[in-house]
């Protein structure tokens, strides 16, 4: 079992820069491939960032340049850099922690997700 608590939404005006921070507990965290996702209403879920256990990135088009995802293994914490905010990224964030990889199909954990308004 994977916990993760999410932190670090909030408002800010368009052009700001917020941190989110999702921190896990309970298991091998540099195993699992962690990633943020976001959901508008109306709209399907988005990925919007993901980091491998080796580090490697990857990033919607949507937030290409303006968003960076970084892990921490030592403090089982990954976070989400959140830069040039733009009013279309308000929603609710949701942190994931995928290890089906290494411990089977029910290794797939979500955290209870954050806010992050950008409105002036």
């Known amino acids: 079992q994977v916990q993760l608590v999410e932190s670090g939404g909030g408002l800010v005006q368009p052009g700001g820069s917020l941190r989110l921070s999702c921190a896990a507990s309970g298991s091998i965290f540099r195993l699992y491939v962690m990633g943020w996702y976001r959901r508008a209403p109306g709209k399907q879920r988005e990925l919007v960032a993901a980091?491998?256990?080796?580090?490697?990135?990857s990033y919607a088009d949507s937030v290409q340049g303006r968003f960076t995802i970084s892990r921490d293994n030592a403090k089982n914490t990954v976070y989400l850099q959140m830069n040039s905010l733009k009013p279309e990224d308000t929603t609710v964030y949701y942190c994931?922690?995928?290890?089906?990889?290494?411990?089977?199909?029910?290794?797939?954990?979500w955290g209870q997700g954050t806010q992050v308004t950008v409105s002036s």
């Open positions: 994931n922690a995928d290890g089906r990889p290494h411990f089977g199909p029910d290794a797939d954990y």
């Open positions: 980091i491998t256990s080796g580090g490697t990135t």
